[in-house]
């Protein structure tokens, strides 16, 4: 059972920066898998934001952003991080970490059937 633990939010000004942490276990090792973070403000649908799939460590992220998000990990300590730059208010929300085996889309939620108890961003103006 793969459990998912999620750190690092927290509240900031437009333009700062935060680092999600995603801290994973009971992973096999020789599985692959689409690890993503989504985020859900209040009123809207969850959207996939950044994710990658281990296999390849291919990395993907939502348009909106592109050139200011990074999705990486470390294999050592099984954690995926999201280094989040340049924020902007509308980046608020409940950011979730997720994983899933293939198959699976790594920016679409359906599929992911592991889930971190999120942790909130803010970003004021």
């Known amino acids: 059972q793969v459990q998912l633990v999620e750190s690092g939010g927290g509240s900031v000004q437009a333009g700062g920066s935060l680092r999600l942490s995603c801290a994973a276990s009971g992973y096999t090792s020789s599985s692959y898998y689409c690890m993503g973070w989504f985020r859900q403000a209040p009123g809207m649908q969850r959207e996939g934001v950044a994710g990658?799939?281990?296999?390849?460590?291919?990395?993907y992220y939502a348009d909106s952003v592109k050139g200011r998000f990074t999705v990486s990990r470390d294999k050592a300590s099984n954690t995926l991080y999201l280094q989040m730059n340049t924020l902007k208010p509308e980046d608020t929300a409940m950011y979730y970490c997720?994983?899933?085996?293939?198959?699976?889309?790594?920016?679409?939620?359906?599929?992911?059937?592991?889930w971190g108890q999120g942790t909130q961003v803010t970003v004021s103006s």
């Open positions: 990658l799939y281990t296999r390849y460590d291919s990395t």
């Open positions: 997720a994983a899933a085996r293939p198959p699976c889309t790594v920016l679409a939620d359906r599929g992911y059937n592991y």
